[in-house]
């Protein structure tokens, strides 16, 4: 059974860092597919990052040049390093799995299919 858990979330304020931490079991990370999405109240999900079994990352505009995907695969781990944080960034950040090396439309949800419970990040400012 695949579990994914997330941690690293917390609050912070506006230019500051989290990283972020999923952990993964019954699935090995260096074989497939992951990412991360995030969703604001009231917002619907949105992908974030994303990162291939072969090391491909992909971003949201958004975030590009501020957060880093990446993975340990001895820990079977994805991280997600987030930098100059905002105050619109504030939500539930997600970690997704998908079966595959290759990652076919990275940031749509539709193509992952098992989720993490979440962790939330706030941002002040």
């Known amino acids: 059974q695949v579990q994914l858990v997330e941690s690293g979330g917390g609050s912070v304020q506006a230019g500051g860092s989290l990283r972020l931490s999923c952990a993964a079991s019954g699935y090995t990370a260096s074989y497939n597919c992951m990412a991360w999405f995030r969703q604001a109240p009231g917002k619907e999900r949105e992908g974030v990052a994303a990162m291939s079994a072969g090391g491909t990352t992909w971003y949201a505009d958004s975030v590009k040049g501020r957060f880093t995907i990446s993975r340990d695969n001895a820990k079977n781990t994805v991280y997600l390093q987030m930098n100059s944080l905002k105050p619109e960034e504030t939500a539930m950040y997600y970690c997704?799995?998908?079966?595959?090396?290759?990652?076919?439309?990275?940031?749509?949800?539709?193509?992952?299919?098992?989720w993490g419970q979440g962790t939330q990040v706030t941002v002040s400012s």
């Open positions: 997704a799995a998908r079966s595959g090396s290759y990652c076919a439309s990275p940031l749509r949800v539709g193509p992952y299919a098992y």
